[in-house]
């Protein structure tokens, strides 16, 4: 993620860029950074799934035991 705004930056300071080059290569850039937090939300929510899984497994060999 730091190499895509190592690079749009660059871009954007670029005057001999066009401003459609400099469009695109922000739209990259938001593209990729919406992409990492979907990951990110993903991987939270499944890390959430499998600790509730985890607790419910613990809960039901209480009551087993009861």
Not at 23 to 38: R, T
């Amino acid at each position: 993620m730091n190499k895509l705004n190592a690079e749009n930056e660059d871009i954007q300071k670029d005057n001999s860029k066009s401003v459609s080059e400099k469009a695109e290569s922000k739209f990259k850039l938001e593209a990729a950074q919406a992409d990492y937090k979907v990951k990110d939300a993903e991987f939270k929510y499944a890390q959430q799934l499998q600790a509730n899984a985890s607790q419910a497994l613990d809960y039901a060999k209480k009551i087993k035991q009861q």
